[in-house]
């Protein structure tokens, strides 16, 4: 007989252990609904939850008036197609119908139908396609004749102006662009991103089976940041115009590139600013493509030697610290041996005009004048050194002026407290040779010799939605009121004096004045590395103003890298020379812009002893 398999204790053992089993699952599950069931929620509505982010519509750009349109944003839409919807029959009659509405040819259509022959269900036909064709494929749909398709609309950043150059939208490098992203590059639209942007609307939602959000769940997160408008200091009319005037000059010239900018030396407002080539920012991914170096503006993003203009500088440390006045007599020799003999420098025509006015140094552009003058400025070389590298630098050389655009740069200007200037560094420095500009530095800091000593901070935008914009100016006092009137009356007697500039340079029923440059390029590569001048290429610059009594207006020039037509020595011309390119453009400026509301500068009778008319 077999014994008994049961057992009280054994089924109390089973009994405990379920039970035990039983208690974990309740515990355990407690903990998940009562400790962790918050966050298991939100983990499960994370999963469900979309976040949506509507940017708003970029704002536009305007001129200075307020009506041209210089930048908007617009439509254009991606055509998509759901393949696997259709058949093979299908596929071929959508091949034929779209090839004729988006006029493809017949290798676009074979690719077309390779794609769509995949049977994905999402197959991007075409993008940025234009409202025009947009609503063409519309019509189609709503008929029926085209199954499957879809359009999907996509904010574009558009450039309605043309430019003053073919292929050239108005103002593009000022301008900048906006990428695929949504993202400004370069000029206003990169330095003025966010304001322009805005902030988006974020929304989240719960979304269906479909991934589509339910309308239901929707809540605001983040209202955002509304776009605003810009409206620049520009005239469009003027920037027209200036970037005709600066494409004529490049195909005379056969410059690499030439610039220009007119500014208010009152207040910094740019009137215009060009330069060619350009490009048009409706077509910027080609430009990446072929030559991205056109996105950067030679006005506020190239420095340059510039030669003679910065003689003016030299005039300003000479007359405000009493070393010279106008009248005083300069010995004006071929060349003038400096450092004890081991170096010298010379005019440009290898000849001296004898002992002449001072005024009559900057307006023949004399090297040695120049030079001799400067060695007055000091005691000793490295006094008369930091006067006149102080000089250059209270004028905004070497420093950013803080043009409202991205990518300024700010040139270079060798501090002799630093690094010792010789004789020779310091008669280089007083014609402009060892230091680099933009043309932006040179505009301000001109600005500033005849406003009265202000230094102005240069600046596109006058207005920001409503609000306007009023830059502080970055120092103030720079010139004795005395001291302005004779520069201004200095330049007026440069564009007076000479023969060469008279005739190619006065505007008649003007006041004009000004200072020329013309400049050896400097190439490092030359010489097998040691450096050298470039051969018979210059960059050649005019600075100067222009006003009915007083200067109303700075106008700034350059021809950069240009090869004369007619080489003498001192004597080196081109068919349009960076003077008559000044008076081009302001004239101009002066025809098309309406002053009549502003004030002229600040200053005494000097400007109007400058050219009549």
């Known amino acids: 007989m077999l014994g008994r398999t049961d057992s009280r204790l054994r089924h109390l053992v089973v009994l405990a252990v379920l039970v035990v089993l039983a208690a974990s699952l309740v515990a355990r599950l407690g903990y998940w609904q009562l400790v962790e069931g918050g966050t298991l929620a939100a983990q499960a509505r994370a999963q469900t939850t979309i976040r949506i982010e509507e940017p708003p519509r970029r704002g536009e750009i305007f001129d200075r008036s307020g009506t041209v349109v210089l930048a908007t944003t617009v439509d254009r839409y991606t055509v998509a197609v759901a393949a696997d919807r259709l058949t093979v029959e299908g596929r071929a009659t959508l091949v034929d119908r779209l090839g004729d509405l988006l006029d493809l040819d017949a290798t676009a259509r074979s690719t077309l139908a390779e794609r769509l022959a995949t049977g994905r269900p999402y197959v991007v036909v075409a993008r940025d396609v234009d409202e025009t064709t947009a609503g063409r494929l519309r019509e189609a749909m709503t008929a029926g004749r085209l ?67 339910i309308p239901d769940t929707a809540r605001v997160v983040d209202p955002g940041t509304p776009a605003l408008d810009l409206r620049l200091t520009v005239d469009a009319g003027l920037q027209l115009a200036v970037e005709q005037e600066v494409l004529a000059a490049w195909v005379a010239d ?38 991205p170096a056109r996105f950067v503006d030679p006005v506020v993003a190239q420095v340059y030697e510039p030669g003679s203009v910065m003689k003016m500088f030299t005039a300003v440390a000479a007359l405000g610290r009493g070393v010279v006045d106008l009248e005083t007599p300069i010995r004006d020799t071929a060349s003038l041996t400096l450092d004890g003999g081991r170096t010298s420098v010379a005019n440009a025509d290898k000849k001296g005009m004898g002992r002449i006015p001072f005024q009559d140094v900057i307006a023949y552009s004399r090297n040695v004048g120049a030079a001799r003058v400067a060695l007055l400025l000091g005691p000793t070389v490295r006094d008369a050194a930091v006067a006149l590298y102080d000089t250059w630098t209270s004028f905004g050389i070497g420093s950013p002026t803080g043009i409202d655009v991205a990518g300024e740069v700010v040139g270079l200007a060798r501090d002799p407290r630093i690094s010792t200037w010789r004789e020779i560094d310091l008669a280089n420095a007083s014609f402009g040779q060892g230091v680099a500009v933009t043309l932006i530095q040179l505009a301000t800091a001109y600005a500033a ?30 010139v004795e009121p005395t001291l302005r009137d004779e520069l201004v009356r200095l330049m007026a007697h440069v564009v007076e004096e000479v023969p060469f500039y008279r005739n190619r340079t006065l505007v008649p029923g003007y006041v004009v004045g000004g200072k020329t440059g013309t400049a ?28 009915r009594s007083e200067p109303e207006l700075i106008v700034a020039v350059r021809i950069a890298r240009a090869r004369p037509t007619v080489i003498k020595v001192g004597h080196l011309e081109m068919p349009v020379m960076s003077f008559e390119l000044f008076r081009r453009v302001a004239t101009d400026a002066m025809t098309i812009l309406d002053l009549g509301g502003r004030t002229a500068v600040p200053g005494g009778s000097g400007a109007g002893d400058g050219s009549g008319g």
């Open 147 to 213: 199954r499957a398709v879809s359009l999907e609309p996509t904010p574009a950043r558009v450039y309605p102006q043309p430019g003053g150059a073919p292929e050239t939208s108005l103002a593009s490098q000022l301008l900048g662009f906006v990428n695929r992203d949504g993202v400004g590059q370069y000029g206003v639209e990169q330095r003025y991103q966010d304001v322009l942007a805005g902030a988006p609307r974020v929304v989240v939602a719960q979304q269906d089976a479909s991934s589509r959000p």
């Open 254 to 291: 056969r410059a690499a590139s030439v610039s220009a900018v007119v500014m208010d030396p009152a207040t910094g407002a740019i009137y215009a600013s060009a330069s060619v080539p350009a490009y048009d920012a409706n077509a910027f991914a080609e430009v990446a493509a072929s030559d």
């Open 449 to 478: 010799m005849v406003n009265g000593g202000i230094l102005v901070t240069p600046h596109v935008v006058a207005a920001v939605g409503d609000q306007e914009v009023i830059p502080t100016p970055r120092a103030s006092d720079l």
């Open 520 to 547: 050896q390029i400097w190439d490092a590569s030359l010489n097998d590395g040691a450096g050298g001048w470039l051969p018979d290429v210059y960059n050649y610059s005019f600075v100067g103003y222009i006003g």
